[in-house]
């Protein structure tokens, strides 16, 4: 795809490198003049690793795969230190996708459709964003998807109105013939607070070859290159860096927190059937057995 120089400077692609030794990763950069803040992602494991274990294919896949990313970047912009879910309820009640994005850049996905329908971010969906806040709140708003569709356009929205920060981004996914991801990715690129809206315009005639950023992602794409590619030619700072992985922070603790939310009727009702609990984590399908007798303090006064 042609940048407006006319052609890619693949200068910075490394030599020949193997799908394999490519990390996910998230790097940022801050152009020279102070001006704008710039994160790029690569997050084709990740987005893999949530496919499979969703079962994802196709359009589901691809739409989840772009929520993937557009949360991390999201986290990485306005929470790096918190978590972030970014929740995609499809048009028409036809099922919902969540992205789940914690600190470290640990990464897990959710996909709730009732008879494999398809979830696209269409006119008539919605885009909610929810991320911790440092005293234990929850910031959280809601977004119409707009016209033309996207989960790029969303975020965009969502960014703009919600958040009230002027930013644009692209986000990517990449299936095969067989509808399963090959490759995925984004970057979003930010004007800082202080500066007025002229640079924006500036980088927004900039980025025009960069709305759809699929043909630029593959199996040996790296952060790096994209990151360059977005600022040839502009003089900026490379900061730090977060790597990026598929990882469910599930556990036997956390499962028994949420069930001591349910009536106390309920729970007893388990411990009175004397039957091993079997539930199984939703996002990585990892199946917990619980004694009736690890239920027996959720009903007991403290």
């Not at 739409?63 to 879910?85: C, H, K, N, S, W």
């Not at 707009?146 to 109105?161: E, N, R, V, W």
């Not at 095969?176 to 800082?192: E, I, K, P, R, S």
Request: a negative charge; glycine letters at 8%; aromatic letters at 4%.
């Amino acid at each position: 795809m042609p940048t407006r120089a006319g052609v890619l400077h693949t200068e910075s692609v490394n030599a020949s490198p193997q799908p394999e030794t490519i990390p996910d990763t998230s790097v940022r950069a801050i152009t020279d003049d102070g001006a704008f803040r710039v994160i790029v992602a690569r997050t084709t494991s990740t987005v893999q690793e949530v496919a499979r274990l969703q079962k994802a294919s196709g359009l589901n896949a691809k739409t989840l795969g772009d929520l993937l990313t557009a949360t991390i970047l999201f986290r990485e912009t306005m929470a790096p230190d918190l978590r972030v879910q970014g929740i995609l309820r499809g048009a028409g009640k036809r099922g919902t996708l969540i992205a789940d994005s914690a600190p470290g850049g640990l990464t897990r996905g959710l996909m709730q459709t009732s008879d494999q329908a398809t979830i696209v971010a269409t006119e008539g969906a919605q885009l909610q964003m929810m991320r911790s806040l440092r005293n234990g709140a929850i910031n959280q708003g809601v977004v119409a998807v707009p016209p033309g569709g996207g989960i790029t356009q969303a975020a965009m929205a969502y960014m703009k109105d919600s958040e009230q920060v002027d930013t644009m981004l692209a986000v990517g996914t990449v299936l095969d013939d067989a509808g399963n991801v090959t490759a995925a990715g984004g970057y979003l690129v930010q004007l800082l607070p202080e500066l007025g809206r002229g640079p924006l315009a500036l980088m927004a005639e900039r980025l025009e070859d960069f709305r759809t950023i699929e043909p630029l992602l593959d199996q040996d794409f790296t952060p790096e290159w994209l990151r360059d590619e977005l600022l040839y030619g502009l003089p900026f700072t490379a900061l730090d860096q977060t790597p990026l992985s598929f990882e469910c922070w599930c556990s036997q603790e956390r499962l028994l927190g949420a069930l001591s939310s349910l009536d106390r009727s309920e729970i007893q009702a388990m411990i009175d059937d004397a039957e091993p609990l079997e539930i199984a984590c939703d996002y990585c399908n990892k199946e917990y057995r619980i004694q009736p007798a690890k239920l027996v303090g959720l009903v007991t006064p403290s």
